[in-house]
Each structure stands twice: as C-alpha cells, then as structure tokens.
C-alpha cells in the first residue's frame, strides 16, 4: 500500500538557518504530493503541493520538488523564522484521490 | 478556517459517558473525515463520508460511531468514553473532483480529556 516515511526530530535550528526536512513516498502510480503545516493549538493547513514529477511547490519561502527517480518530496527553506516553529507533514493522494496517506511528522523549533 | 467549524473546542468528559463532537462545513463538499492525533502516532483515521448517510471505517473505527444526515453536517460520537480516547479530534472535508489536487482542509480540532 501507499505510504510515507519523513524525519521525526525534534529539530531545532537556529534563526535565518537552512531547514530540509526529508519526506520519501511508496506509491503506485502517479501520486500528489503535499505538506502540511500545525502551528501549536491548530490545524493542519496546507503549506504546499505539487501533482505531477519535476513540479516545483513553494509558499511562505518553504519549497519541495517532486522528485519521482528517488520517490522524494523533500521541504526547504533557506532561512528559517522562529514563527516557522510548527509540526510538518508530508502526504500523499493517489492518482485516483482515493487513499490519502500522512507521515508521522516533523517537530520543528527555531531558536532566536 | 476556510469554512469547517468543530465543536466543541475543549470537553472534559468521564468515563462511560457518551461523547459527540461535531464537525460543521459551509463548502459544499462531499468527503468528510474524523482523525486522532496522538503523540507518537501521527494522524490516524477514524472514519470517513463519502455522501449523506454513506459512511465508512478507518484504521482506528473501534468504540466510535458517525452519522451524516446533511451534507454540511458530520457528528463523531464515543458512545462510552475511555481513557485510551483522550485525544485531539480533526475533521477535515474534500472536493471529490479537486482532493488529488487540493488535498484536505482541516479544522481547529477539539481537544477531548477522559478522566
């Protein structure tokens, strides 16, 4: 079945650091891919996504390619804020929008 | 939130007694899902509609029960609370033709306390 795996942590960074949090996917067919962002006592909101391999997803300074030769939906941002302290997931849809799978998720806290 | 309420936000709830929880959408949309999030276990699916009255288990369905009798409207229900429920509740709704592109909108959650 369709799955995906993503770095637990914590992480914690310093401000204006590099953030990449890893995300890979196991999927039939042509998935779409996406994160999402839980800022402390929220919901999930969704932070980017891209629907097809070699598409490019960015928002708020956060960006993930598609990358379907290593199955990787990788986040990144250049220079993190400590209002980026939040939980990321990673997920994914199938082709058919019918299964849609949740990594575990990443805790992020940046430090000033 | 882009149309989804859950109430209430916050219950303290004993054990035995019945619980429900509502999810509230103004989209029009026809999927709709409860989830818990625990730590250590992510987001885990309890049970999902796909139409009004039409509903369907997830992973973790066992001491839970839904119903759907509008399409705005989608009620979790724990018919005798236990102490493995205490979690935080999530509805999220979808667009049939828009969810493999647009993925899930999610509510503020409610966070439930057993004692």
């Known amino acids: 079945g369709n799955s995906v795996t993503q770095m637990e942590g914590p992480v914690t960074l310093s401000e204006e650091a590099f953030l990449t949090i890893n995300c890979t996917y196991t999927a039939t067919g042509y998935p779409s891919l996406f994160w999402y962002v839980q800022y402390p006592g929220e919901g999930l909101q969704l932070l980017l996504k891209?629907?097809?391999?070699?598409d490019k997803g960015s928002n708020k300074g956060f960006e993930a390619t598609y990358r379907k030769e290593t199955t990787s939906f990788h986040l990144e941002k250049g220079s993190v804020q400590v209002s980026d302290s939040a939980v990321y997931f990673c997920?994914?849809?199938?082709?058919?929008?019918?299964?849609?799978?949740f990594g575990p998720g990443t805790r992020l806290s940046v430090l000033p | 939130d882009a149309g989804i309420t859950q109430s209430p936000r916050h219950k303290v709830t004993e054990t035995g007694t019945p619980v429900t929880l509502r999810c509230h959408q103004t989209e029009n949309h026809r999927y709709m899902y409860w989830y818990r999030q625990d730590p250590g276990h992510g987001l885990r699916l309890i049970h999902y509609?796909?139409?009004?009255?039409?509903?369907d288990k997830g992973e973790v369905s066992d001491g839970y029960s839904v119903s759907r009798s509008k399409t705005e409207d989608f009620l979790l229900t724990l018919e005798s609370a236990t102490s493995s429920q205490t979690s935080v509740y999530f509805c999220a709704i979808s667009d049939q033709s828009q969810r493999q592109v647009n993925g899930y909108t999610f509510g503020s959650g409610t966070r439930l306390t057993v004692v």
């Open positions: 891209a629907t097809k391999a070699d």
């Open positions: 509609s796909y139409g009004v009255k039409d509903t």
């Open positions: 997920a994914l849809s199938d082709n058919y929008g019918q299964n849609f799978v």
